[in-house]
């Protein structure tokens, strides 16, 4: 069965930087990507790439300073967060999709979810 696992969640201050890693099996994937969500609100676009041709696609507000990477040994997709802010903090998901396209920034499109990891920055 697909699994998603993620790790590297906790607890920082404003400014510094967190690396999150989620490494994915039991299917072929042609996309993965980061969503965070707070209580109350819909499941925010972070980050994604499409891994045939390891395009990238982040969200305005966390372009440069966000990147996402892969690791082509495996399905396992990282999360580069630095110079972080309070209005960071979320639960972060790690999600994968199987179709062969799909639109990367909205999370219907993905099949398959991590069970989520907390982040909080503090300021």
């Known amino acids: 069965q697909v699994q998603l696992v993620e790790s590297g969640g906790g607890l920082v201050q404003a400014g510094g930087s967190l690396r999150l890693s989620c490494a994915a099996s039991g299917a072929t994937f042609t996309s993965m990507g980061w969503f965070r969500q707070n209580p109350g609100n819909e499941r925010e676009f972070i980050a994604a790439?499409?891994?045939?041709?390891?395009?990238?696609y982040y969200a305005d507000s966390v372009q440069g300073r966000f990147t996402i990477s892969r690791d082509d040994a495996g399905y396992t997709v990282y999360l580069q967060m630095s110079s972080l802010k309070a209005e960071d903090t979320a639960v972060y998901y790690c999600?994968?999709?199987?179709?062969?396209?799909?639109?990367?920034?909205?999370?219907?499109?993905?099949?398959?979810w991590g069970q989520g990891t907390q982040v909080t920055v503090s300021s």
């Open positions: 999600a994968a999709d199987s179709s062969s396209w799909n639109n990367v920034h909205s999370w219907r499109a993905y099949d398959y």
């Open positions: 790439i499409r891994w045939s041709a390891g395009s990238t």
